[in-house]
T-cell receptor, first 114, second 112 residues
């Protein structure tokens, strides 16, 4: 079955540590996205990528970094500069990046601080 | 700034008790309005896209409608498996899938 796989499901970060969240898709989609979801807030866009080796900052990119070396993969690194990293992180993809493109989401990674 | 407001924040219904969820928006020149369903601990799942005022779409017990200022998600004779958080998102002019603004969601509980 085609879909988006996020791992791990749960992740704990120590003070000053960088952690990387994995996102893989086998939908052959060009565009991929990272969203952050906090309780009582709407989804907020961190980074997105339309094609391999290219990505753009979203609304809350500070303290995060990404890479897009393969079409299928879009890992997110939460750096030590992100002072409030506890959240539910969602990876998504879409066939293109135009109007009316619906998003396909992974099952998310819950990141907590130790 | 584009805004999306969903109401109520939470809704508890008895099985079979029909109701509606609201999504009001202030985007000028709406390009598309999306409804997603999210189960606890999971990613959102696409339900509908609405493009213009007057448009309606249905899927099983759900019907989405759109006016120039708001969208409603009507749920008819709901079942416990309809319990979830329902998210609304709007797409602004010039915005692609990266230009979505999400509401905070309505947490719906259907009691047997």
């Amino acid at each position: 079955d085609g879909g988006i796989t996020q791992s791990p499901k749960y992740l704990f970060r120590k003070e000053g540590q960088n952690v990387t969240l994995s996102c893989e898709q086998n939908l052959n989609h060009d565009a991929m996205y990272w969203y952050r979801q906090d309780p009582g807030q709407g989804l907020r866009l961190i980074y997105y990528s339309q094609i391999v080796n290219d990505f753009q900052k979203g609304d809350i990119a500070e303290g995060y970094s990404v890479s897009r070396e393969k079409k299928e993969s879009f890992p997110l690194t939460v750096t030590s500069a992100q002072k409030n990293p506890t959240a539910f992180y969602l990876c998504a993809s879409s066939l293109g990046q135009g109007l009316h493109e619906k998003l396909f989401f992974g099952s998310g990674t819950q990141l907590s601080v130790l | 700034e584009d805004q999306v407001t969903q109401s109520p924040e939470a809704l508890r219904l008895q099985e079979g008790e029909s109701s509606s969820l609201n999504c009001s928006y202030t985007v000028s020149g709406l390009r598309g309005l999306f409804w997603y369903r999210q189960d606890p601990g999971k990613g959102p799942e696409f339900l509908f896209t609405l493009y213009s005022a007057g448009e309606e779409k249905e899927k099983e017990r759900l019907k989405a409608t759109l006016t120039k200022k708001e969208s409603f998600l009507h749920i008819t004779a709901p079942k416990p498996e309809d319990s979830a958080t329902y998210l609304c998102a709007v797409q602004a002019p010039g915005g692609g899938a990266d230009g979505l603004t999400f509401g905070k969601g309505t947490h719906l509980i259907i009691q047997p």
